[in-house]
């Protein structure tokens, strides 16, 4: 006789059906019940990860405003300045300086005399200058001179552009006169789109107010800017959600806050926090995330365990469904020999719970190394975080001390130009000035590039395109390497195709790349000629920069355009990492070779041309 007969084998099957079907719905309730709970916790920890960044990006913002009055400050305390000559060549030409320096930043620096009347306005190209403008009327000219503090406007909207100033008054040291002020203009929008969407309101974005609620750069809606937000226009695009509007209070009164709410466009999650500008709030950022972003990392995470979990029950049904087919199988093989292959079977019996019984004990550990794997992902990404962080962090730090001293020392340097002792003394700090100028702009670069690093590798470097002519930016930046070349045996000529070749690109990237490629190519030529060729190629502009130095040493060409590839004492060899991550999103290409002649290099990069039609119009409106 068969050992199961028809009746109890269908009554084995159903049974083991059945427990399968039970496992599985004890094994989703349970799973729904930990997803929830997991949910929940994930939800938390993205809530405290965005709160560290809003703080984070605030005080990255207040650096930077610092950094502004610091150089506001500097200049206030020149010797020039001092002097009471608010519009001599020498005056013009340390402003003009200082707004070459923080033009990505500001867009215009200007100076006003004790009778509130313009007489220096640097301004970008084709801007108006206004000078001999009486600003006597101006609500922060009026404040600056009353309480002689460095004043924050409110901000209000000139040329279609809602901009904000910043002023700080020119004061005798001596005397204690009012000689005049100093000011700049910064586009409000455009200031805060450095570090964050301000655009796109189905994506993150950030909200920047005055100290009187109103909205300063908003990414919700271009129509809110210079809107108050407790205003009808503000409360109404809002539906007059007070959840939002008790948040926005508490932040407008000193305090970080955080809030999750609807007010008719989706769930939000926003985080606020004040900007200090030395030890008081001057502005005050919110950060806005749509929490079906949040939710969607959460689903990736909770969909990927809750595969590698199914797979593993599965693959155990599965191996169980097969053992099953296999002893039916085989029991109706054995029919009339069961008897005598009794022993056989129960030998076989005890194998297969042993095998059972390893394959337990393998599914435990399997568990045990997924929990600890998993563990051990969390703290490597928590610790790459932290590492970012703290180098973000310590760099906008490296980077606040850096000015003024630079600022000083060249106040201090352009003293001892104008003295006319030429004792020996003065010949030794004139030097040690030098040295000091020389070393600060050396940080005042690492820093830069410390901080361009972190953007490239967080994904956050902003492109900020237009269309210009690349002649014009290379024949300026070949002048600039002209003006720093003090080694008469070192000759840099150039050689361009054309006149006009227009790209589409952020000017001050490539100028930055084009500045890092001819430092490096002077810095290791000693003697000989530096040659750069511009050209146009298969509908892409291509810059070539030949030097005749020292070459590229075998051992760093592999990795020539990795961080800190680099042998010399000089550099920290971030410069050509960072230009080849500018060239390859522009979708350009960056590449370098050993000169034929066994002497020097050559430093490439390709740029693509603004299409064919396009440029017949730019053209036709330069032949005009």
């Known amino acids: 006789m068969n050992l199961l007969s028809g009746r109890i084998k269908e009554i084995v099957i159903i049974s083991i059906i059945l427990i399968v079907i039970l496992s599985y719905g004890l094994f989703f309730y349970l799973q729904r019940i930990t997803e ?23 005080e990255h913002i207040g650096s930077d405003l610092s950094l502004v009055i610091n150089m506001l400050d500097g200049l206030a305390n020149s010797i020039y300045l001092q002097q009471g000559d608010l519009s001599n060549y020498e005056t013009k030409q340390l402003i003009e300086e200082k707004f070459t320096q923080f033009n990505t930043t500001i867009n215009r620096l ?180 749509p929490t079906s972003q949040i939710y969607s990392h ?73 929990k600890k794997l998993e563990s051990a992902n969390k703290q490597l990404e928590s610790h790459d975080k932290m590492q970012k962080d703290f180098i973000n962090v310590a760099a906008h730090e490296l980077r606040t001390p850096i000015q003024p001293i630079l600022g000083l020392a060249q106040v201090l340097r352009s003293r001892r130009d104008k003295d006319n002792n030429n004792s020996k003394e003065m010949a030794e700090e004139v030097y040690l000035l030098d040295v000091m100028i020389r070393n600060a702009r050396r940080l005042q670069r690492l820093a830069e590039d410390i901080l361009d690093v972190t953007k490239i590798e967080s994904h956050s470097l902003i492109l900020r395109k237009e269309r210009f002519n690349l002649i014009d930016l290379m024949s300026e930046v070949i002048q600039d390497i002209r003006n720093q070349i003090n080694n008469g045996k070192v000759k840099l000529i150039h050689q361009f195709d054309k006149d006009f070749i227009f790209v589409e690109a952020d000017r001050s990237r490539i100028s930055q790349v084009v500045y890092n490629l001819l430092s490096n190519s002077l810095k290791f030529t000693e003697e000989g000629t530096i040659s750069v060729v511009v050209e146009e190629k298969d509908s892409h502009a291509t810059i070539s920069i030949k030097d005749a130095g020292t070459g590229i040493d075998s051992e760093i060409f592999p990795r020539l355009f990795s961080k800190f590839a680099s042998k010399s004492f000089e550099g920290t060899g971030l410069g050509l990492f960072i230009s080849k991550s500018i060239i390859e999103d522009h979708g350009g290409k960056i590449w370098a070779e050993n000169n034929v002649d066994g002497k020097g290099a050559t430093f490439s990069f390709s740029l693509p041309l603004i299409e064919e039609e396009e440029l017949k119009n730019i053209y036709r409106m330069f032949d005009r």
């Not at 929830?36 to 605030?58: D, H, K, P, V, Y």
């Not at 309480?147 to 904000?164: A, C, H, K, T």
């Not at 226009?233 to 948040?247: R, S, T």
């Not at 297969?352 to 394959?359: C, D, G, H, P």
């Open 110 to 289: 200007f100076v006003l005399d004790k009778d509130d009347v313009v007489t220096i306005s640097l301004a970008p190209k084709r801007s108006d200058i206004f000078v001999g403008a009486d600003y006597s009327f101006r609500g922060w000219v009026k404040e600056t001179r009353k309480n002689l503090i460095p004043v924050f406007s409110d901000g209000f909207e000139r040329q279609n552009v809602y901009r904000i100033f910043i002023t700080y008054p020119i004061i005798n040291r001596t005397s204690g006169e009012y000689i005049g002020l100093l000011g700049t203009s910064i586009p409000a929008v455009e200031f805060f789109a450095h570090y964050g969407n301000v655009d796109n309101i189905n994506s993150q974005f950030l909200v920047a107010y005055n100290k009187n609620a109103t909205m300063l750069a908003v990414g919700a809606s271009k129509e809110l800017i210079g809107q108050n937000f407790f205003g009808s226009v503000a409360q109404k695009f809002i539906n007059h959600n007070e959840i939002l509007n008790n948040a926005t209070r508490r932040l407008l009164s000193g305090n970080s806050d955080y809030a999750v709410y609807d007010y008719g466009k989706g769930e939000r999650l926003t985080t606020g926090y004040p900007i200090f500008v030395n030890g008081e709030p001057k502005y005050f950022l919110q950060i806005v995330t």
């Open 36 to 58: 929830s709970n997991i949910r929940g916790s994930l939800f938390e920890q993205e809530q405290m990860q965005q709160i560290r960044s809003t703080q984070a990006i605030s």
């Open 298 to 370: 959460i689903s990736d995470v909770l969909f990927t365990d809750r595969i590698k979990m199914f797979s593993l029950i599965a693959g155990t049904t599965a191996a169980i469904a097969i053992l099953i087919i296999f002893l039916i199988k085989w029991n109706s093989t054995l029919g009339n020999e069961v008897k005598r292959r009794t022993g056989e079977l129960n030998v076989s019996n005890q194998k297969l719970y042993s095998k059972t019984a390893e394959l337990k004990g393998t599914n435990e550990s399997l568990i045990e190394s997924n």
